[in-house]
């Protein structure tokens, strides 16, 4: 199946790369990271289904076809697009040419490259009885770095696109494939389908993408009990005229055999988030959202185990191997932003089926403030049901200020707790 993998990249690589040797165009803007790791404005959806063009293929006709002009807003709040790297899609239907370096836009495949870059470097403060656990010193070091290829295949008649990632992991020296699958639209369904490797769902925090966050790191109690990816199938749906939209997912180990991330050997993931407000005009969004989740432990053996939100460090919770034959988890998201101010917070709870360890009870959360002083307001994904990154009104290199936060989190207490 690897070798599958790396035949399918080099291959969708391959069309990418060669109409470059006829004609090369500035850069615009790469796809940054292995998922909804995009810098790009926030798209509205059309009633329409795009319709691919045809080439003119009358000889007198001296007209050339170009893309249909842009219809995003720059200052729009809201996106309802969703692609298979779960990025905004920019992707146009044109005549075969390279509009940009890095793009390829022909009638049947489109195809757009681009990479991420990760180096962390932090400083510690400890007092003496913190020393006394655990020693941290200052420290540098490559997280990952990672290839991404994307598109699409504009001649189906439904919206289908695809995406491949591969990313070098610094600390395991070694290549892994990341969010890689396809997309297909399904209106009667009201959403997508996902089939591939990609994130489970659970989690409005986890469901961003790593750059967009807006911490360094996710909270303890996240990575310590949520796979960051998962092999399978996803069905993403919304219904603009309720504002309801949710994430029904199911997981197993049968690809993902030796990766780090493969703690379970099946999954099942359900996400179900109401919008009461969501306003472009008055840049308002009311998310509240619930979290189920039940899953079979790999090899019957489960681990929790996290850093202290810092690459860097080593991990200051791990729990260690022990006996587990099921958990069910389930939680809460509620998040409100009115322009440049967020509000937020989520809160969960493990039970874990463990007789050997009295059945633990595994709980926590946090809770966010975040304030863009320079007045933007994050973009909110009604598809995803989630929020994009920060994207500045005048951007540094274009002679602006950039964007600038203020930022207040609280990470709430966990607790261990023994059943009866």
Known sequence: ?????????????????LPAWHSCRGQDRAIAGAAPESSQQPQQVSSQKPVATPPDTNPSSQQTTTPPPSTTSPSSTLDDTVDAG????????????????????????????GMGFLVDAAANAQDTASKEQIMMLPAQRL??????????????????????GI????????????QTGVMIAVPKLWGNIFVGRSKEGFSLNKVMVGYDGWTMERSTMSDATIPILADGFKWLGYTPKHGFL??????????????????????????????????DEKRTVFHLGVNLRNGSPKQGQLQF??????????????????????????????????????????FWWVGVSSPSTHNPTIHGGDFVATWCVTGEARAYNTVQGAFREVIPKRPVFSGGPGAGRTLFRHRLEQRHTKGR
Do not use: C
């Not at 199946?1 to 790369?17: K, P």
């Not at 260690?320 to 099921?326: C, D, P, Q, R, V």
């Open 1 to 17: 199946m690897r070798v599958l993998l790396r035949s399918l990249f080099l291959l969708l690589t391959t069309f990418a790369v």
């Open 86 to 113: 779960e990025m905004d899609d920019d992707i146009r239907h044109a005549p075969r040419a390279m509009a940009k370096w890095n793009e390829y836009r022909g009638p049947y495949i489109t195809a757009k490259a």
């Open 143 to 164: 997280r990952d770095f990672r290839f991404v290829l994307g598109g699409s295949f504009p001649s189906f008649s439904r919206k289908v696109t695809w995406n491949v």
């Open 167 to 178: 990313m070098y992991d610094a600390p395991t020296h070694s290549w892994l494939m990341r």
């Open 246 to 279: 949710w994430n029904f997912g199911y997981y197993n180990d049968w690809l993902s055999q030796g990766q780090s991330f493969s703690t379970y050997h099946n999954q099942t993931v359900l996400r179900a988030v109401w919008l009461p407000i969501h306003s």
């Open 305 to 346: 185990r996290s850093r202290p939100e810092s690459f860097t460090a080593p991990y200051f919770v791990d729990s260690g191997k022990f006996a587990a034959t099921n958990t069910k988890m389930a939680g809460y998201e509620t998040y409100y932003r009115k322009g440049p101010l967020l509000l937020g917070s989520e």
